[in-house]
């Protein structure tokens, strides 16, 4: 009996703690976990959710820095320093995974922040990725060859990379061409054209002020290391003319110059009563300067600098001509056919010496830019002064026909100096590795101890504007 008391209470005792014991792995059955394990109403051993092997933290990626990109003349080249490894690109967002922990934990670090975008407008052609040009992965573009291991794309070709155009840091030079023309008012050291007296009062009269047009042009060359070497050429050429008459007995009409020959007086035929006499004066100026610098090219922030120093020459060349004849007539049984004296005065200074020469170039915006540049030369040479008079007189009495000529020459060593400065407006645009611009500005340069055609002393100023067009390869 109290065996069968004893099997009993032990069957109720274990009926009581079993279901406390084995409830952690039974579960009642439900569809939800039969669907996730397989079977019904039990979970693997141990659960996920409790056991988890801990993961690394991985460090906050670092914000790269903003590309710097330059859009203006006369660099048109991705330029990577060669002394600088680009920084390994990171994956862009959204591509970067989250530490996974339990379940119910948040993540610890958000994703990867991407490169900081720039358009393809801001960036030179080739240098965005396989999008804007071949050039974005190396010299064998956007290739099996060009890019690194990660493949084409934005995170194969890397980000993009540039800096100001400071010529050391590249490998290739660029040409500069200009080709322009001048409008310049000259200023002579003396711009008589002749005087006339009457009941002796003396009245001088001046060439009038005229544009003078010319042509200019310049080529050169800067290599990778910021230096190079430039030709400039220049040519003007100018004509002044006045032309008088002269049919009054009392009046005297005489041309200016250096001396010592000069116009001076009426012409046989007026003296005689024959015809009207004449007058034409002519002043020109001519110029060719020549000059080859050495330029060295550097930028302050936006704007580009140009410093040259070099050798220029220069041939002035400034003429007066005065002319006055009589086409003659018949006074009782005096026959004037021709009288007319010709007088030909030329100053010619050639020289050579130093030159220094500075150029600024500074964006505004559109494309245009605010541009100025400045020389100044030292040179010696000869300066020689010509005369010419040449008398010619076809009449019906002896003597039959007249016909002189005149000639004086002088020379002298002087030491010109000359200043120039110019300044305007340019607008330009790149097509391809070309910048093409143009230039409108005013122009205004001195020439020192240069004298006139008729005097040997004084100074030639010119005042106007130039146009020009040019390009940068």
Same mark, same amino acid.
């Given at each position: %009996?109290?065996?069968? !008391?004893?099997? !009993? !209470?032990?069957?109720? #005792?274990?009926? /009581?703690?079993? $279901?406390?014991?084995?409830?952690?792995? @039974?579960?009642? $059955? %439900?569809?939800?976990?039969?669907?996730? @394990? +397989?079977?019904? +109403?039990? %979970?693997?051993?141990?659960?996920?959710?409790?056991?988890?092997?801990?993961?690394? %933290?991985?460090? *906050? $990626? *670092?914000?790269?820095? /903003?590309?710097?990109?330059?859009?203006?003349?006369?660099?048109?080249?991705?330029?990577?320093? /060669?002394?600088?490894?680009?920084?390994?690109p990171l994956p862009r967002a959204g591509m970067a995974t989250p530490v996974q922990g339990p379940m119910n934990a948040q993540p610890t670090s958000g994703p990867y922040r991407s490169l900081p975008h720039v358009s393809k407008r801001d960036v030179f052609p080739g240098a965005g990725g396989a999008d804007y040009g071949d050039a974005a992965c190396g010299p064998n573009g956007c290739g099996p060859n060009g890019c690194g291991p990660e493949g084409c794309g934005p995170a194969g070709c890397g980000p993009v990379t540039q800096h100001l155009p400071h010529r050391g840091k590249h490998g290739h030079g660029h040409w500069i061409g200009e &080709? +322009?023309?001048? @409008? &310049?008012?000259?200023?002579?050291?003396?711009?008589n054209a002749f005087t006339s007296t009457t009941a002796g009062v003396t009245t001088t009269s001046e060439f009038p002020r005229t544009f003078e047009y010319g042509g200019r042009a310049s080529l050169g060359y800067i290599f990778h290391n910021t230096w190079g070497g430039r030709f400039n050429y220049t040519y003007l050429n100018g004509l002044s003319e006045v032309n008088t008459t002269n049919a009054a007995a009392a009046t005297d009409i005489r041309s200016t110059g250096p001396g010592p020959l000069v116009i001076t007086g009426r012409s046989a035929a007026h003296t005689a009563g024959i015809g009207t006499d004449t007058y034409n004066f002519r002043q020109r100026v001519e110029m060719h300067v020549g000059e080859f610098e050495f330029v060295k090219e550097c930028h302050c922030f936006d704007t580009t600098l140009l410093f040259g120093s070099g050798v220029r020459y220069a041939r002035l060349y400034q003429n007066y001509h005065a002319t006055r004849s009589n086409g003659g007539g018949t006074n009782g049984g005096t026959t004037i056919i021709l009288d007319q004296v010709d007088l030909d005065v030329s100053n010619t200074f050639e020289g050579l010496g130093p030159t220094v020469s500075f150029e600024a170039i500074h964006p505004i915006c559109w494309g245009f830019a605010l541009y100025g540049n400045a020389r100044g030369s030292f040179l010696w040479g000869a300066e020689t002064v010509n005369q010419s008079l040449r008398t010619q007189l076809r009449q019906n009495v002896v003597p039959t026909d007249t016909d002189t000529s005149t000639n004086s020459t002088a020379r002298s060593n002087p030491f010109v100096s000359t200043g120039e400065v110019e300044f305007g407006l340019q607008h330009g645009c790149r097509l391809g590795r070309c910048y093409v611009f143009s230039r409108v500005g005013?122009? /205004?340069?001195?020439?020192?101890? #240069?004298?006139?055609?008729?005097?040997?002393?004084?100074? &030639?100023? !010119?005042? =106007? =504007?130039?146009? *020009? &067009? +040019?390009?940068?390869?």
């Amino acid at each position: %009996m109290w065996r069968g !008391f004893t099997f !009993f !209470f032990a069957i109720a #005792v274990l009926g /009581a703690i079993a $279901p406390s014991s084995f409830g952690q792995y @039974y579960y009642p $059955p %439900m569809q939800q976990q039969q669907q996730q @394990y +397989g079977q019904p +109403g039990y %979970m693997p051993y141990p659960p996920q959710s409790m056991y988890y092997q801990p993961q690394p %933290m991985r460090p *906050m $990626p *670092m914000e790269q820095p /903003a590309p710097r990109v330059y859009n203006f003349r006369p660099s048109n080249e991705t330029i990577v320093p /060669a002394n600088e490894v680009p920084a390994k690109p990171l994956p862009r967002a959204g591509m970067a995974t989250p530490v996974q922990g339990p379940m119910n934990a948040q993540p610890t670090s958000g994703p990867y922040r991407s490169l900081p975008h720039v358009s393809k407008r801001d960036v030179f052609p080739g240098a965005g990725g396989a999008d804007y040009g071949d050039a974005a992965c190396g010299p064998n573009g956007c290739g099996p060859n060009g890019c690194g291991p990660e493949g084409c794309g934005p995170a194969g070709c890397g980000p993009v990379t540039q800096h100001l155009p400071h010529r050391g840091k590249h490998g290739h030079g660029h040409w500069i061409g200009e &080709l +322009g023309s001048y @409008y &310049l008012v000259p200023y002579h050291a003396s711009s008589n054209a002749f005087t006339s007296t009457t009941a002796g009062v003396t009245t001088t009269s001046e060439f009038p002020r005229t544009f003078e047009y010319g042509g200019r042009a310049s080529l050169g060359y800067i290599f990778h290391n910021t230096w190079g070497g430039r030709f400039n050429y220049t040519y003007l050429n100018g004509l002044s003319e006045v032309n008088t008459t002269n049919a009054a007995a009392a009046t005297d009409i005489r041309s200016t110059g250096p001396g010592p020959l000069v116009i001076t007086g009426r012409s046989a035929a007026h003296t005689a009563g024959i015809g009207t006499d004449t007058y034409n004066f002519r002043q020109r100026v001519e110029m060719h300067v020549g000059e080859f610098e050495f330029v060295k090219e550097c930028h302050c922030f936006d704007t580009t600098l140009l410093f040259g120093s070099g050798v220029r020459y220069a041939r002035l060349y400034q003429n007066y001509h005065a002319t006055r004849s009589n086409g003659g007539g018949t006074n009782g049984g005096t026959t004037i056919i021709l009288d007319q004296v010709d007088l030909d005065v030329s100053n010619t200074f050639e020289g050579l010496g130093p030159t220094v020469s500075f150029e600024a170039i500074h964006p505004i915006c559109w494309g245009f830019a605010l541009y100025g540049n400045a020389r100044g030369s030292f040179l010696w040479g000869a300066e020689t002064v010509n005369q010419s008079l040449r008398t010619q007189l076809r009449q019906n009495v002896v003597p039959t026909d007249t016909d002189t000529s005149t000639n004086s020459t002088a020379r002298s060593n002087p030491f010109v100096s000359t200043g120039e400065v110019e300044f305007g407006l340019q607008h330009g645009c790149r097509l391809g590795r070309c910048y093409v611009f143009s230039r409108v500005g005013a122009v /205004a340069s001195r020439w020192w101890n #240069v004298g006139s055609a008729t005097t040997t002393t004084g100074d &030639l100023s !010119f005042l =106007g =504007g130039t146009a *020009m &067009l +040019g390009v940068t390869y």
